[in-house]
């Protein structure tokens, strides 16, 4: 596993809390890029599939100024 999923509360590696843990993944106080990371392994362990969606949620959008 990686580095951020010892991050995610136990409760929230479960593929049917996804919405929990997307609105407890856009509280947390760290940058759109760490969101980003800790949203794909949290995708990872649970076995969804990342969407571009869920990215832009996560991340207010902030891949658009990523290049």
Do not use: R
């Amino acid at each position: 596993m990686g580095e951020f999923i010892g991050l995610i509360p136990e409760e929230y590696l479960d593929p049917d809390k996804e919405h929990d843990f997307l609105l407890w993944l856009i509280s947390l106080p760290v940058d759109p890029w760490t969101k980003k990371y800790i949203l794909i392994e949290w995708c990872d362990a649970v076995g969804v599939a990342l969407t571009e969606e869920m990215v832009n949620l996560v991340t207010g959008q902030a891949s658009i100024t990523w290049g």
